[in-house]
């Protein structure tokens, strides 16, 4: 079954510091993955996608993320966090017929100033 | 340019209580979802439509009906509210053409619903 693991519910960082949130997918081909992010009371904003060609994908707001096909994994990264990166990060995963979005339980991301 | 409009934004219900949740999309999407929202749980698809008079069941539509007449309108029905319908409601549309064709889908600001 397809099923996308986010492991870390929390996850605090000061102010300037880099950031890599993990995401892994189980998926029986080659997966449409994304990224979202979501705001207290807003609803999702799409960071970044992959769908093929080069693994290492840049997105809005500064942040990149590296599909590894070997790790089943697609982890989102950003070099310096700002204040207002705080928020719930998502990654999910779709096929590409109906384009349904299977969601990890997400990541609260913290940025202490 | 609105996108995925849902209406209301907030809405308590009593226990057996009906009511419909409002997703237009002003974007001539074919394809709409509806997602619920439980903390920790991330997002879980309850009904889905290819277009006007197709829907799908997502993984959790219990509790759930939806109809499509038209492109823009793709509402949310609960006919007996339950506490378990306690959650943060999200409708979302894509466009299987053009440079969205990669299953991007926009979503709505959310509906939050309690049940008591």
């Known amino acids: 079954a397809q099923s996308v693991t986010q492991p870390d519910i929390h996850i605090t960082v000061s102010e300037g510091a880099s950031l890599e949130l993990r995401c892994n997918y189980s998926?029986?081909?080659?997966?449409?993955l994304f990224w979202y992010v979501q705001s207290p009371g807003q609803g999702l904003q799409l960071l970044l996608k992959y769908f093929s060609g080069d693994t290492l994908v840049q997105g809005i707001k500064g942040f990149e993320a590296e599909f590894k096909r070997s790790q089943s994994s697609f982890n989102l990264r950003k070099p310096s966090v700002h204040w207002s990166d705080a928020a719930e990060y998502f990654c999910a995963v779709s096929s590409s017929n109906t384009g349904k979005l299977i969601f990890g339980q997400g990541t609260t991301l913290q940025v202490k100033p | 340019n609105a996108g995925v409009t849902q209406t209301p934004k907030f809405r308590i219900l009593k226990i057996g209580q009906s009511m419909t949740l409002q997703c237009t999309q002003d974007?001539?999407?074919?394809?709409m979802y509806w997602y619920r929202q439980d903390p920790g749980m991330g997002l879980k698809l309850i009904y889905y439509?290819?277009?006007?008079?197709?829907?799908d069941k997502g993984e959790v539509p219990n509790g759930y009906n939806v109809s499509r007449s038209t492109t823009e309108d793709f509402p949310l029905r609960l006919e007996l509210a339950a506490p378990s319908q306690t959650s943060v409601y999200f409708c979302a549309s894509r466009s299987p053409e053009g440079r969205d064709a990669k299953n991007i889908q926009y979503f709505g600001a959310g509906t939050r619903l309690s049940v008591l």
């Open positions: 998926y029986g081909a080659t997966p449409y």
């Open positions: 439509s290819v277009g006007a008079g197709i829907t």
């Open positions: 974007m001539n999407h074919n394809y």
